[in-house]
């Protein structure tokens, strides 16, 4: 009987702890949560930082300037897929998050880290390559910024904070 209680607390606890790690994981299946925000890191267990230099993917906008209120189209482009992201517009000046973004792709979702619409997260886990979107600058003035995005390839590979070239803003005297 003691072979027979063993083995069963062992079935148990594999089932428990492999019920948590799916939970955990599912959790992050439909976008990053509020708690990257700032930094704009996964969250996952055991993930693995990639240099931003060595990564696949670019952002980039064809514009080199806008001004208040203009709307900017922004192009993620990767050589390989990936699972999930997150895209904000960031002040040079400060590092802060700012606009809005008003056109999303599919298989993404808004996420409101400071303001509603500030950032741009997956909805699912399906597997994305390129990927466009339209940022809104707010209409007041704030300067120069740059777009960040973090990519999760896998539940255990990411690359976080990959910039684009500054966008400056134009008709500052």
């Known amino acids: 009987m003691e072979d ?15 019920l948590c790690l799916v939970s955990y994981a599912a959790a992050f299946s ?9 930094d704009m890191m996964p969250r996952h267990l055991r993930v693995q930082l990639h240099s931003s230099n060595s990564n696949y993917i ?12 203009d709307k900017v189209p922004v192009t993620v482009r990767s050589t390989r ?4 992201f997150m895209l904000q517009a960031r002040k040079v000046s400060n590092n802060e998050i700012a606009g ?5 792709p599919p298989g993404s ?7 509603d619409g500030d950032t741009v997260t997956h909805s699912d886990k399906s597997l994305k390559r390129n990927l466009s979107f339209v940022w ?10 740059k777009f960040f995005i973090s990519i999760v390839q896998s539940y ?3 690359w976080a904070k990959i910039e684009s070239a500054v966008v400056a803003q134009g008709g500052q005297n």
């Not at 897929?81 to 999930?84: E, K």
């Not at 979702?109 to 303001?115: D, P, R």
């Open 30 to 38: 439909q976008g990053a949560s509020l708690s990257a925000c700032s």
């Open 136 to 145: 809104k600058a707010p209409d007041q003035p704030i300067g120069d910024i």
């Open 58 to 69: 670019t952002v980039h906008t064809n514009m080199s300037f806008y001004l208040p209120g």
């Open 156 to 158: 255990f590979v990411y």
């Open 109 to 115: 979702k808004l996420l409101t880290c400071f303001e």
């Open 4 to 18: 027979g209680g063993r083995a069963h607390t062992a079935v148990v606890g594999w089932a428990c702890t492999t």
């Open 81 to 84: 897929d990936y699972m999930g």
């Open 100 to 104: 809005t973004f008003i056109f999303l």
